[in-house]
């Protein structure tokens, strides 16, 4: 089921158990709990889901993170977000994203654009490359 955490102001949403477990990641790093509220849409139509991202922002949610840029979660946080035009949405989240937004020194919006470009950053193809010994 579906659960909101905490009262931070950014929330963290996804399928299954992903916004849990990535937040569980921060949360070992940082060792702060403070940081971020969690929901899954498990169990949940589309409209209750939105109903919950809604509740969320009521709540003081300002930045929702979500996992899949096409998904059924962020397409919930959309809706939401249309009615809400001080709610910024980002998609595609990963690890380095939420590391970079938890020790970010700004807030919401701003915090939320460097933790992207940080998280784009991050990402790298290797490649095994043979040695001539």
Known sequence: MSELTGRATALVIGHQD???GIVSA???ITGRTDLFRTMSNYGLD???TEAMVRDAIADGVTVIFSDLPAGSTTMAARRAQRDNPGVTVVTGVSLPVLLDYAFAT???EDAADV???KGRAAMMVTRSS???D
Do not use: D, I, N, S
Request: proline share 0%; charged share 10%; no cysteine.
């Open 18 to 20: 992903f916004a849990a």
């Open 26 to 28: 921060v949360t070992a």
């Open 46 to 48: 589309t409209r209750a």
């Open 106 to 108: 700004g807030t919401g």
């Open 115 to 117: 933790a992207v470009a």
């Open 130 to 132: 043979a040695r001539a």
